[in-house]
Each structure stands twice: as C-alpha cells, then as structure tokens.
C-alpha cells in the first residue's frame, strides 16, 4: 500500500474551514482516510444545552493491548482579517520552505504526520501486536464541553483501555525537539462584581463606591505569594485581565463594580484551596467596606504531572535522534486536551514549533513537518517493539 504524503494530507485537511465549533466535513474526510488503513471509526457528536454540537472522532486499528493512542483537534481559530493574509488561509500554498494556512501550526500538519507516519509503519509491520487509536476533537480551541471531555466519557462506558497517548499540540518554543510537555498547570477564571451605593460624587456619604473595595480586594490578590514553584512547574501566578465599571456620568458615584481575574496554578493547589483562600478575602473586605460580592468561578482545568516513565524516555531518545536536540520535560504554557485524556491514560505532548499559532500566515516549515513525521513514525516503532 502507498504511504500517504504529510504534506499533501496537511493541506487537503487545512481546506476545510473548521472555525469551532463547525465540522465543514473534515471529520467524514479524515474518517475515509483512516478506513483505508484499516481502522474502524466512529464519528461521535455529543449536544449540549447552550452550547453547539460538535463532532469527534474515535478510530482504532486492532483489537489487543497495548493501546497507543494519538489525540488532537481539527478546529480552528477564526483567520480575523484576511486582508492581512498574504494567501486565502484556507486556500494553503508553500512558500519560502514553509506550508501556510490555518491550522498549518496548531494542529492540522501535526495530524496529518501522525496519519502518514501510521501509514508508513503498516507498511513495514503489517502484524504488529497491539493497537493503534485517533482521538480528534472539533472542540479544543471552543467551549471544551463536546468536545475530547465527552469522547473520554463515552470511551469509559465502553471500557475503551488506553495505554498511551501523546497529544501532537505544537510544544516547542523554536526549534523542533526543544520540548515534550509532561504536565500543565490548572487554570481558574473569577468574576468578581462589587454592590455599593449608587449617589451624587458631592455627597460621598450619602452612597458606598464599589470601586474603592474593588480596587482594595485586586491589589490584595496581586500580593499573594501562592507558592515558589516546584521542581516540575512554574510558582502559582494571577493576573487580572478586566476592571470596568458600567457608569455614563462623570458625577456620578456607581452601584457596581467588576473584574475579572484568572489563576494558572501549580499541582500544590487545587481549585477548590484556591477558591477557599480568595473567598476569605472577599468576605473580609466587603464587611469592611459594607459592601456585598458575588463571585462566578471557571475551572478550565486542574494542574497535572504526568508520572514519567519508559515511554516518556522513549519519545524523549526518538525526538533526540531525529532533532540532534534532547528536549526538556515541560509544564509551561496553557492547558490542553490531555487534562481530559489523564483520566483514562498517561501521556505527553509532542508536536510543532508553536510560534505562529493563532497568528497572520500561520505557517510551518517543510523540514518540521519531515522530520515530525520521522519522530511519529519511530515512536510507533519503538512501542511496539
């Protein structure tokens, strides 16, 4: 059977514009592929009230143990302005050793070299023992809620055994090989709103300014020292992202007051601890102020390491051959599907140089993309040795 062509694959899978949470028919097309190497595939679109519904995929190729699984997502982040593409970004051309569209970077090209580095290892070992599996999403850059969340659950109820999966996100900063990503922080979004009393800026004693507790409790979040770090993550870090106060008059003290805030935490906390400790605050400092709060929390996800083992070695001496680079063990950066995949299975991330995703002309290199493919293929050889 013929190998089938990374490049070639990369772009017919980057036609399709997948802006989350749209399909535009980029599952049913990867499905076709995937039968044709003989896996059988299940298409699963899981609904949601108040959220779109979204389609997935789970294809397996084998019936035994061990399970190594490869996940990823075929959405994509909306272009903005296309005028400030040089090409049509769903319309991908190669140009200066490059291959540009969207979703050229994060993830299409990663997922069209996990398909050809498949194809090219059934080539060379037609009766390998143990399984192949795709878990592909159409919910990663969106909502999350039906997307790899609700792929996990299902694969739960049909006692779906993974033994292994390496998420391709792009995880090196500059260069291919640079770094396998083992865990990632857990992320915490607060709302935060401030009642006062609403009243005349002559007459201050007449009303309560919402925006003096407000400023109050965000300068107190600023300063809590959450922790120093660990040997495998970065210290707890929050930054406030939004202040605003919904007043049309200058001479006009407000009733309200809000802001929003988000936590990238390390495994010494969940987002429960975290919750308790902000509470306290907010609660002191509305009694002082005589003011009341609401608070709405958003947990993206809990922080995770993923204990290293002989197939994290292994994935690390594989991206060194190929690279000439021994890449780092890593927790930076934001969270991925893996926080979902965690549940049923270890694993890592591998995948491009993540410098231009999301951006104008998303782009990546010829060379990465051969040589990724190279780095895919030779895992599978390995694990399945």
Same mark, same amino acid.
């Given at each position: ?95 200066k050793g490059h291959l540009i569209g969207r979703g050229?970077?994060?993830m299409k090209s990663s997922i069209a070299s996990f ?58 900063? $500059? ?5 396998? %990503? @083992?865990?990632?922080?857990? #992320?915490? +979004? *607060? ?33 809590i020292r959450f922790d120093k770090g660990t040997k ?84 690390? $001496? ?5 690279? %000439? @680079?021994?890449?780092?063990? #890593?927790? +930076? *950066? ?52």
């Amino acid at each position: 059977m013929k190998s089938l062509n990374e490049l070639q694959l990369a772009k017919e899978l980057i036609k399709f514009p997948s802006i989350t949470p749209v399909d535009a028919g980029v599952m049913k097309f990867l499905e076709k592929k995937l039968k044709k190497l003989g896996f059988k595939t299940k298409i699963l679109e899981f609904k949601e009230k108040n959220f779109k519904p979204v389609k997935n995929l789970y294809a397996r190729l084998g019936t035994k143990g061990p399970n190594f699984c490869y996940a990823g997502h075929l959405d994509v982040v909306p272009p903005g302005n296309i005028k400030d593409w040089t090409i049509d970004p769903f319309r991908p051309s190669v140009k200066k050793g490059h291959l540009i569209g969207r979703g050229a970077n994060d993830m299409k090209s990663s997922i069209a070299s996990f398909v050809s580095a498949v194809s090219k290892f059934l080539n060379e070992n037609k009766n390998f023992k143990g399984s192949i599996s795709l878990l592909i999403t159409g919910d990663e850059e969106g909502d999350a809620i039906n997307g790899t969340k609700k792929v996990v659950e299902y694969l739960k109820k049909k006692r779906e055994r993974i033994n292994f999966c390496l998420v391709g996100e792009p995880t090196n900063p $500059n260069k291919l090989g640079e770094m396998i %990503k @083992i865990g990632r922080r857990g #992320s915490l +979004t *607060g709302r935060l709103k401030i009642f006062g009393l609403q009243g005349h800026v002559a007459y201050p004693h007449r009303a309560n300014n919402p925006s003096t507790t407000i400023v109050e409790i965000l300068k107190l979040l600023k300063e809590i020292r959450f922790d120093k770090g660990t040997k495998d993550f970065q210290p707890t870090n929050l930054e406030v992202t939004k202040i605003s106060i919904d007043n049309k008059a200058d001479n006009v003290i407000p009733g309200t007051a809000e802001a929003t805030f988000n936590i990238r935490f390390n495994n010494k906390h969940s987002s429960n601890s975290i919750k308790k400790k902000l509470n306290k605050i907010f609660s002191k400092m509305s009694k002082k102020n005589k003011s009341k709060y609401e608070i709405k929390y958003k947990v993206s996800g809990e922080a995770f390491l993923t204990k290293t083992n002989k197939t994290t070695f292994m994935v690390q $001496n594989v991206v060194k051959k190929i690279t %000439k @680079i021994m890449p780092k063990l #890593s927790t +930076t *950066g934001g969270t991925s599907d893996l926080r979902f995949i965690k549940e049923i299975s270890p694993g890592l991330e591998f995948g491009l140089v993540g410098k231009t995703m999301h951006k104008v002309d998303e782009a990546v290199s010829l060379k990465d993309l051969k040589n990724l493919t190279k780095i895919y293929q030779n895992i599978l050889q390995n694990y399945f040795k």
